[in-house]
């Protein structure tokens, strides 16, 4: 199993890697999903599941527990995080997750989005989709929550609308560990379909606030130790906010400024398609606050 680096190179491979003691992180290779994966004196704890890799997880997963796990957290709705809630549930595991995000789960299920979405998009699975219904978390809380398991604490925290309207983290204050969820990417571009840039760029003074030694980001590689991870989202978030703005002077609309914007010095990031799509949302949330 390979031991986190200073900073892992990015890489275009899946893998279990291992933080510290007894807490692993499944990292998604050319920036998909990470899950969390944390050992307790009772059963593992699982964070967030897709099942279009559960096959590469689990057997990641043997490799460093015999146990099944006992407990699911939810970061937030998104299909990359929750789709195989339940196969974990058929197993007996507990389920948390935020009120918001159920919501979402069922918005989606209702408006027909929630599978289709997908069709196409994971071609190995697309047989398991036809079936495939949203199973939302058990328990479900609203701004905080915190869980005692095998001889570890666990707190289930609200932040804001920021990339989906149920963000929220995970956060061990023993080990100082922080699962961000989608809060937080690393070289990777965002995704904001649903979400709120606004709010999102004052949530990093709040995930600031955490003492983390280790942040784990939803998408992306492992980041060096400490705080970097949040100045280069921010930075990045900035830039974009900068040349969305100055490009809608410009070019007069949304759709026309997002053209125009390149953000060249991120294109090494994963995902770096998603640059003009995120300008697009950035203009038209730009163009709204100029209204009020
Ligand atoms: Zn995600």
Not at 9 to 16: D, I, M, R
Not at 68 to 81: C, E, R, S, V, W
Request: aromatic residues 10%; glycine residues 8%; charged residues 25%.
């Amino acid at each position: 199993m390979p031991k986190i680096q200073k900073e892992s190179a990015p890489s275009k491979k899946s893998g279990f890697v291992k933080i510290q003691d007894g807490i692993h992180v499944y990292v998604g290779g050319s920036g998909s999903t990470n899950f969390g994966l944390i050992l307790t004196k009772e059963k593992p704890v699982v964070i967030d599941n897709d099942i279009r890799c559960r096959k590469e997880f689990t057997t990641g997963m043997k490799k460093i527990t015999r146990k099944q796990p006992g407990i699911l957290f939810n970061t937030h709705h998104n299909f990359d995080h929750t789709s195989d809630n339940g196969y974990y549930h058929k197993m007996g595991v507990m389920s948390f997750g935020n009120s918001f995000a159920v919501e979402e789960m069922y918005r989606e299920e209702s408006e027909g989005i929630w599978v289709n979405q997908m069709v196409g998009r994971g071609p190995k699975v697309d047989h398991l989709l036809k079936t495939l219904k949203v199973d939302p978390p058990k328990v479900i809380f609203e701004n905080l929550l915190t869980v005692e398991y095998g001889g570890r604490i666990f707190q289930l925290i609200y932040i804001d609308h920021c990339h989906t309207k149920g963000d929220s983290v995970i956060w061990m204050p023993k080990e100082k560990v922080l699962f961000a969820g989608d809060l937080l990417t690393y070289k990777t571009h965002p995704v904001n379909r649903l979400g709120n840039f606004h709010n999102w760029i004052s949530a990093f003074k709040i995930l600031e606030e955490f003492p983390a030694k280790h942040i784990i980001p939803g998408h992306g590689p492992m980041p060096p130790t400490g705080k970097k991870i949040i100045q280069d989202n921010k930075k990045m978030f900035l830039k974009l906010k900068n040349e969305t703005s100055r490009a809608l002077k410009k070019y007069g609309t949304p759709v026309k400024a997002a053209e125009n914007v390149y953000l060249k010095e991120y294109e090494k990031w994963f995902r770096y398609p998603l640059v003009q799509a995120n300008a697009h949302k950035m203009a038209q949330e730009i163009k709204r606050t100029k209204k009020k």
